[in-house]
């Protein structure tokens, strides 16, 4: 990132402030260092500039007028067209790249607060804004736009995650991190009563009935070292679905559905919500489901990330939800009861409620651990990432413990492909071309089949940056195509059809294991090879 570094200053204006904060948090490499600066913010800034920042960093601040392509027009406006694309292309986010190169008119405006920024936002008719939003650039140096213009597009990019904000909130009221958690839902911005708690001046916000989200526990990979210790009958086995995480959550106050990482996506899957007809709050998996048999993950992606869904969309892609564990039936918290406990609820929870588009995930019966890892490697046609190990004596507890759940996984698929084009990153990896596209051979055409922007190291990504600048052979935007000259062995952990691909077939969770420097791209992987690993799993 090219914008200067900053020092927070005291009483510092509010966009200044917020402007400093976000330059720290990119320059801070240490997670410490990082809840440290959000800490520090939180307790010096006043409400509600504070509200709001927390509300952006958080990703729960959105304006439904203002849009990149407000941003885009007002540079295109102001700034040569050609050079804006050449400059937008190298640096790689837009924000950044209009913050240096707005030409700011001569103003005697001070910098706006957050508040005020936001009630502008919020309030000016839509014609309007344009003049707006560009009279703010106008009384701002780099640093104050670039926080402006990230308030108004959206994604910070900072390395700040909504977690991270939450433990230094923790940090500053001498609580529990999943404390801040458990009353969030409950709460908008610009959070005056969580502060007043936080600091001694209020009590614990009370989210009473409102379907407000729990910290999941969460599982650990299963190492050999760590398998060695374990006694099987101290162990419950259940399947890894490989569909996503979600958490039911239904109060007489109204029913939501939230994913692993507390996104309400009610919205999307609104056949669960119409199926919450109880007070319960239940974790489990959420999958496509036709006549009992779990659908791969590519049908499940075709219903995330949707604000609202068609009919023929619901019809087509049936979700279900396979539960798992019972957290709380009517106003009882059931964590605190081991797992062995909880279960016995759970079942006879769902033998009363039968509730639809659920059902039971299935305990699985073992005598030991060998036999258990035959059932894993051999379930990998179901749709099954593997197996869940829980400890029958273990609470529901927030967070990676270490010792109550294992993740056991099964081992990954690796095709050699070769590597066709490559589009940078963001954040740190703004500057490196660190995405790439991959194919394999159908006859004499090279067909893709995925992309990947993880599992290779410091030194393989600065390799790979190299490589490309010195065999590109045609750009498009942002994208660099390459000579077709260079293997890449991608672990995955399943092959699924996909109309998306020109080859018909796409990867899960692909990742880059290898660079096959010493093999020739002519020995790549071929397009039957790929086919052959979906009929196996479809099998």
């Known amino acids: 990132m090219a914008l200067a570094r900053r020092h927070p200053r005291p009483n510092m204006p509010g966009m200044i402030a917020f402007a400093a904060l976000l330059e720290r948090l990119v320059f801070t490499p240490s997670r410490n260092a990082k809840v440290a600066l959000l800490r520090h913010y939180f307790a010096t800034e006043p409400d509600p500039d504070r509200g709001i920042a927390l509300a952006a960093i958080t990703g729960e601040l959105g304006f439904s007028a203002a849009k990149p392509g407000l941003i885009r027009d007002l540079a295109a406006a102001r700034t040569d067209p050609v050079l804006f694309g050449w400059s937008y292309d190298y640096v790689g986010d837009l924000a950044e790249t209009v913050a240096l190169m707005w030409p700011a008119a001569p103003t005697n405006a001070a910098p706006p607060s957050l508040a005020a920024v936001v009630e502008g936002l919020e309030t000016t008719p839509k014609p309007a804004l344009p003049a707006l939003v560009a009279g703010w650039l106008d009384a701002m140096e780099p640093s104050a736009r ?24 923790a940090d500053l009221g001498g609580v529990e991190a999943d404390d801040v958690e458990e009353v969030w839902h409950g709460l908008a911005p610009p959070y005056a009563p969580l502060f007043a708690w936080l600091e001694g001046r209020g009590d614990r916000p009370d989210p009473a009935d409102a379907p407000v989200f729990r910290p999941p526990m969460l599982a650990h990979p299963l190492e050999a070292g760590d398998l060695a210790g374990l006694q099987p009958e101290e162990w419950r086995a259940e399947w890894k679905w490989d569909g996503i995480r979600v958490q039911l959550v239904a109060t007489q106050a109204g029913a939501r559905l939230y994913s692993r990482g507390a996104e309400e996506i009610s919205a999307a899957f609104p056949e669960i919500l119409e199926a919450m007809d109880f007070h319960a709050v239940l974790d ?6 036709r006549d009992g048999t779990v659908a791969p ?14 009919a023929r969309m619901m019809a087509e892609f049936p979700v279900a939800i396979r539960l798992y564990d019972l957290l709380f039936e009517d106003h009882e918290d059931l964590r605190p009861l081991p797992f062995d406990d909880r279960r016995t609820r759970l079942e006879a929870w769902f033998a009363r409620t039968r509730p639809a588009r659920m059902d039971l995930s299935p305990l699985i019966r073992f005598h030991s651990l060998d036999e258990l890892a035959a059932l894993r490697d051999g379930a990998r046609a179901a749709s099954i990432e593997g197996l869940m190990l829980k400890r029958g004596s273990a609470p529901y507890v927030p967070g990676r413990v270490k010792g109550q759940w294992w993740k056991w996984k099964r081992d990954p698929l690796t095709l050699d492909a070769v590597l066709m084009y490559a589009q940078r990153g963001h954040g740190k990896r703004s500057s490196y071309y660190s995405d790439y596209t991959f194919g ?11 992309k990947a922007y993880f599992g290779f190291t410091d030194q393989e990504l600065a390799f790979l940056d190299r490589w490309i600048r010195n065999h590109t052979t045609a750009r498009f935007g942002p994208v660099r195509e390459v000579e077709k000259a260079l293997v890449l062995e991608v672990a995955f952990d399943a092959a699924q059809l996909s109309t998306r691909h020109k080859s018909g077939v796409a990867l899960r969770f692909p990742r880059v294991s290898r660079i096959r420097t010493d093999k020739p791209a002519a020995e790549a992987d071929r397009i039957e090879t790929v086919m052959a690993l979906v009929e196996n799993r479809l099998a």
Request: net charge positive; no cysteine; charged share 20%.
């Open 297 to 310: 993950f590519a049908d499940l992606q075709q219903r995330l990330n949707r604000k609202a869904v068609t």
């Open 146 to 169: 670039f926080a402006l213009l990230k308030l108004i597009t959206g994604a910070l990019r900072v390395g700040a995650s909504a977690r991270l904000a939450k433990i230094a909130l």
């Open 440 to 450: 394999v051979w159908k006859g004499t055409e090279l067909v893709p089949i995925g």
């Open 284 to 289: 489990g998996e959420l999958l496509v489901v």
